[in-house]
C-alpha cells in the first residue's frame, strides 16, 4: 500500500463518481472580493517569482497591490529604492506600505495587511532567507507565525522559476473529507483559476488507516481494508464535496478533474503539485493544534510549487 496510483481500470470507474451524482451538493460561500493585496518581499531570490506571482493574483481578483518589505535593521533609504524598484515591475495599480515600527517581520507583515485592509497575502517562504540556503524542507519562521495569524488566506511562494504565475491557471485543490474549510478552498481556487484547469485531489492514507485501527483496537473486517474498500468508502465520504465542486464546473464551463490516490497524504500531495505544476490549494484549520494543521505545514514544505492556505 505504497503511493501508488489507481489502476486505469480502478481510475476509470471512479472518474465517474456514482456517489456524487446522488450527494446532496454543498453551497460554496460567496467571496467579497480583496480590494487589496499584500505583497510581502524580502530581498531574496524569491522576490522576482513573489512580485510575479502577485502582479497576477491582482490582475484575477481586480485588486491593488500593496507593497511592503519587512527586513530587520533595512535602513529607510534602502528600503524606500528597492520598493520602488519592485513597484515599476509589477505592472499593476499599486502602492507602498509603510514601515512598521517593529523588529519582528512577521509583526511587520501583519501591520501592513492590517493598515491598508488586506484580505490576501502573497509572501516568501521561507521569509528574509534565500529558499536554497534553509533546505526545499523550510518554510521559515516568518511564514508559519503570519500563516497562524493572519485570518486571510496566505499565497506562499516556494522555489523560483521562469513563468511563475502560469501555475494560477491550474490550481490543485487538496481536500479531506471532513475539513470544515473545503468548501472555502474549492471557491478559492475556482475564483483564482479562471478559465483554467482545475483538479480536485483526495488522498487515502491506507498505512495511517491500518495504523490508527490497531491502535484503536477496533474491530474491522479485513475486506473493509482492502485498497479497492478504502477507495469506495472514500469516494462515497467525499461525495457531497465532489458534486459541489462538478455542479459549479459544469455551471460556469470550467475543465474539472477529480482524483483519488493511494499514498502517504503529504508526500502524494506535493508530488501531484510539483510534477503538474501546479497552484496548490489548501484548507487551512483555524485551529492550529489539529493534525489536519500539522498535516498542511508538512505539504507546503515538500512542495516547491506556490501553496494557497485557505
Same mark, same amino acid.
Given at each position: 500500500?505504497?503511493?501508488?496510483?489507481?489502476?486505469?481500470?480502478?481510475?476509470?470507474?471512479?472518474?465517474?463518481?456514482?456517489?456524487?451524482?446522488?450527494?446532496?451538493?454543498?453551497?460554496?460561500?460567496?467571496?467579497?472580493?480583496?480590494g487589496k493585496v499584500l505583497i510581502a518581499i524580502d530581498r531574496s531570490n524569491q522576490d522576482a517569482a513573489t512580485l510575479g506571482i502577485g502582479a497576477e493574483v491582482c490582475r484575477r481578483l481586480k485588486a491593488t497591490a500593496v507593497l511592503t518589505v519587512a527586513a530587520p535593521g533595512l535602513d529607510a533609504q534602502?528600503?524606500? #529604492?528597492? /520598493? !520602488?524598484?519592485?513597484?515599476? @515591475? &509589477?505592472?499593476?495599480?499599486?502602492?507602498? %506600505? +509603510?514601515? =512598521?515600527?517593529?523588529?519582528?517581520?512577521?509583526?511587520?507583515?501583519l501591520a501592513a495587511k492590517q493598515a491598508a485592509g488586506a484580505k490576501f497575502i502573497v509572501m516568501d517562504a521561507p521569509y528574509l532567507e534565500d529558499i536554497g540556503r534553509l533546505g526545499r524542507d523550510s518554510v521559515g519562521s516568518t511564514a508559519e507565525r503570519v500563516l497562524a495569524r493572519a485570518s486571510v488566506?496566505?499565497?506562499?511562494?516556494?522555489?523560483?522559476?521562469?513563468?511563475?504565475? #502560469?501555475? /494560477? !491557471?491550474?490550481?490543485?485543490? @487538496? &481536500?479531506?473529507?471532513?475539513?470544515?474549510? %473545503? +468548501?472555502? =478552498?474549492?471557491?478559492?481556487?475556482?475564483?483564482?483559476?479562471?478559465?483554467?484547469?482545475?483538479?480536485?485531489?483526495?488522498?487515502?492514507?491506507?498505512?495511517?488507516?491500518?495504523?490508527?485501527?490497531?491502535?484503536?483496537?477496533?474491530?474491522?473486517?479485513?475486506?473493509?481494508?482492502?485498497?479497492?474498500?478504502?477507495?469506495?468508502?472514500?469516494?462515497?465520504?467525499?461525495?457531497?464535496?465532489?458534486?459541489?465542486?462538478?455542479?459549479?464546473?459544469?455551471?460556469?464551463?470550467?475543465?474539472?478533474?477529480?482524483?483519488?490516490?493511494?499514498?502517504?497524504?503529504?508526500?502524494?500531495? =506535493?508530488?501531484?503539485?510539483?510534477?503538474?505544476?501546479?497552484?496548490?490549494?489548501?484548507?487551512?484549520?483555524?485551529?492550529?493544534?489539529?493534525?489536519?494543521?500539522?498535516?498542511?505545514?508538512?505539504?507546503?514544505?515538500?512542495?516547491?510549487?506556490?501553496?494557497?492556505?485557505?
Open positions: 500500500m505504497g503511493n501508488t496510483p489507481l489502476d486505469d481500470d480502478l481510475h476509470e470507474t471512479m472518474a465517474r463518481f456514482s456517489a456524487a451524482a446522488h450527494a446532496k451538493p454543498i453551497a460554496l460561500p460567496e467571496l467579497v472580493p480583496p534602502t528600503r524606500q #529604492a528597492y /520598493l !520602488a524598484e519592485a513597484q515599476g @515591475k &509589477l505592472g499593476v495599480a499599486s502602492e507602498v %506600505a +509603510p514601515a =512598521a515600527d517593529d523588529a519582528d517581520p512577521a509583526n511587520c507583515i488566506p496566505v499565497l506562499f511562494v516556494r522555489e523560483p522559476r521562469e513563468n511563475p504565475a #502560469a501555475c /494560477l !491557471a491550474k490550481p490543485l485543490v @487538496k &481536500l479531506h473529507f471532513t475539513e470544515s474549510d %473545503a +468548501p472555502h =478552498a474549492i471557491a478559492e481556487a475556482f475564483r483564482i483559476g479562471g478559465r483554467g484547469r482545475f483538479r480536485m485531489l483526495f488522498v487515502i492514507d491506507a498505512a495511517a488507516i491500518h495504523e490508527a485501527v490497531a491502535i484503536l483496537r477496533t474491530e474491522v473486517a479485513p475486506e473493509r481494508l482492502t485498497d479497492t474498500a478504502l477507495l469506495h468508502d472514500a469516494q462515497v465520504a467525499a461525495g457531497s464535496l465532489v458534486a459541489t465542486a462538478q455542479r459549479y464546473a459544469k455551471d460556469h464551463g470550467l475543465d474539472l478533474t477529480v482524483d483519488f490516490k493511494l499514498g502517504s497524504e503529504p508526500d502524494v500531495s =506535493a508530488r501531484e503539485a510539483n510534477d503538474g505544476g501546479h497552484l496548490l490549494v489548501l484548507p487551512c484549520p483555524r485551529d492550529r493544534n489539529t493534525a489536519a494543521y500539522s498535516r498542511a505545514l508538512t505539504v507546503l514544505r515538500l512542495s516547491t510549487m506556490p501553496v494557497l492556505m485557505v
